[in-house]
């Protein structure tokens, strides 16, 4: 592979991040951690979707205007990021000049591909969603999402011809030029396209607080538009073309399984119609519940990422998310769960083995070096499951290596052998040592602070007993 480019959704900023944008956002951060471990050219990007109703309705509710909302909001995000160890190249907020100018190139060579025309919209709009939603979607009368009453509106747009390009995507997706995944997305956009694509509409009639579309005023642009295109805007599409050539198409759009016709449908569509590439992958995780229960602030159940990553520390956070559910698949989340996992794998696991082995060399052994000659060796392939996204099962493999680890030291009682037999106390702790290298090594993606902790111990001229890894919280 030659670079990887990868992107999170950029996030509505009408709220601070939550647990769920910490996901995505710490699950690309791996990615582009291991992919630059590898020396790939790696370029991952995240941001922040500040325009429309929704966050002009925010910003007036906190009394404030819409961009110092957006200003004061987006840094809480870009701070979050920086709490939970992301390595983004890029930060990119849909109300910089350097965005609304490449979204008004894109919206010309839209207008040029002759894939555009003047209408008349009539539907339910729904601020939540900012989209427009069918009547046999709602529950009561509501959204079933954001349970409020979507609004009416009928009014003049610009659309564009989605229902053209339903043979294309497919036939992109089957060949494999668009990875969807998890195979179970795949299926769900593919029936999707099969049961006939409708156009589209590309601006709304005076929306609040959106971008103007270039060639009619009474029109601003619809803010999906706006933000799908953030991923273009950010590799120089129309500023700098040696960049956007060198990085586009991307790699890797990773997102929540709620945005994928966005991204699988109406986005690839959009490139063709301007003459861009399609992405080559996008990959949707599925969504957390807590004790069973939709994430949501009527419920009171939301969970601020910072306060665990405070309390817990950021590594333990990003174990925590991506141990606890297999990546593409629903899961359940709670503290006590985290908890769980603090005392047992991190504590008594991790942690209880680099104390152990090396109170004990320091005690029986304390010239002991890791002699190159006897790396602890592992026919397990943490990168291919990497690769595929199984990251649940790459940290439960790492964590069999742990358990050796402490077996090794109770089965071989070395606190008796220090004593007995120095020689096969260092044939063993050796062994062990070499067992914790090849675990931090591989766990750098996962857990930067701790792999960087340990190997900085154990490369040490001279092993000394290590602080605990993982206190006890109080
Ligand atoms: N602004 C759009 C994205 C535009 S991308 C060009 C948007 N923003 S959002 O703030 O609503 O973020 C949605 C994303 O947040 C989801 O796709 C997912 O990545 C993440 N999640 C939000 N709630 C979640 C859970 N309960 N569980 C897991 N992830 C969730 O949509």
């Known amino acids: 592979m030659e670079k990887f480019y990868i992107t999170t959704p950029i996030y509505y900023i009408n709220d601070k991040p939550h647990i769920g944008s910490a996901y995505t956002t710490i699950a690309a951060d791996v990615l582009a951690r291991y992919y630059r471990n590898k020396g790939v050219d790696t370029f991952f990007l995240a941001g922040t979707a500040e325009h429309g109703s929704k966050i002009a309705t925010s910003a007036e509710k906190a009394g404030k205007d819409p961009q110092s909302f957006a200003d ?10 920086d709490v939970l160890q992301i390595t983004n190249n890029d930060f990119i907020r849909t109300t910089e000049k350097r965005h609304a100018e490449a979204v008004n190139k894109f919206f010309l060579k839209l207008k040029d591909s002759g894939k555009i025309y003047e209408g008349e919209y009539e ?15 709602l529950v009561n009368g509501v959204c079933p999402d954001h349970k409020t009453k979507p609004e009416m509106v009928k009014e003049k747009n610009w659309f564009f011809k989605l229902s053209e390009y339903g043979p294309i ?10 990875v969807v995944a998890p195979e179970e997305r795949k299926n769900e956009i593919l029936s999707f396209i099969d049961q006939g694509l409708e156009d589209i509409a590309i601006s709304r009639q005076n929306a609040k607080f959106a971008l103007p ?8 642009i619809y803010v ?15 500023t700098d073309t040696e960049k956007f050539n060198k990085y586009w198409p991307v790699d890797m759009h990773l997102v929540g399984k709620d945005i994928i016709k966005f991204h ?8 063709l119609a301007i003459g861009e590439k399609v992405p080559k992958k996008v990959f949707a995780h599925g969504f957390f519940t807590i004790d069973g229960q939709k994430i949501s602030k009527t419920i009171g159940n939301v969970i601020d990422p910072i306060e665990w990553a405070t309390k817990y520390g950021p590594d333990v956070v990003r174990y925590f998310l991506l141990r606890e559910v297999p990546f593409g698949q629903d899961g359940d989340i709670s503290e006590e769960k985290l908890k769980l996992r603090y005392s047992g794998d991190l504590a008594n696991g991790l942690g209880n083995l680099l104390s152990r082995i090396t109170t004990l060399v320091e005690k029986y052994s304390p010239s002991l070096v890791i002699g190159e000659a006897q790396l602890w060796k592992t026919s397990d392939n943490i990168d291919e499951l990497i690769e595929n996204y199984k990251f649940h099962e790459a940290l439960a493999k790492m964590w069999e290596w742990v358990a050796w680890g402490n077996k090794a030291v109770d089965e071989n009682k070395l606190w008796e052998l220090g004593k007995t037999d120095v020689k096969k106390f260092e044939e063993i702790s050796t062994q062990i040592l070499s067992c914790l290298v090849t675990t931090s090594t591989h766990l750098q993606p996962f857990m930067p602070e701790v792999s960087r902790k340990i190997l900085e111990h154990l490369k040490k001229e001279k092993i000394t007993k290590a602080e605990p890894l993982f206190p006890r919280v109080q």
Do not use: R
């Open 72 to 81: 004061e909001m987006s840094a809480k995000f870009s701070t979050a990021w």
């Open 123 to 137: 539907g339910l709009y729904c601020i939540g969603h900012e989209a427009f939603i069918k009547e046999s979607e």
């Open 169 to 178: 995507l497919k036939e992109k997706i089957l060949s494999l030029e668009l």
């Open 213 to 220: 579309l270039p060639w009619d005023e009474s029109q601003t």
């Open 224 to 238: 999906w538009l706006d933000e799908l295109f953030n991923y273009c805007t950010a590799v120089g599409y129309g």
């Open 264 to 271: 699988c449908v109406i986005w690839p569509a959009l490139l």
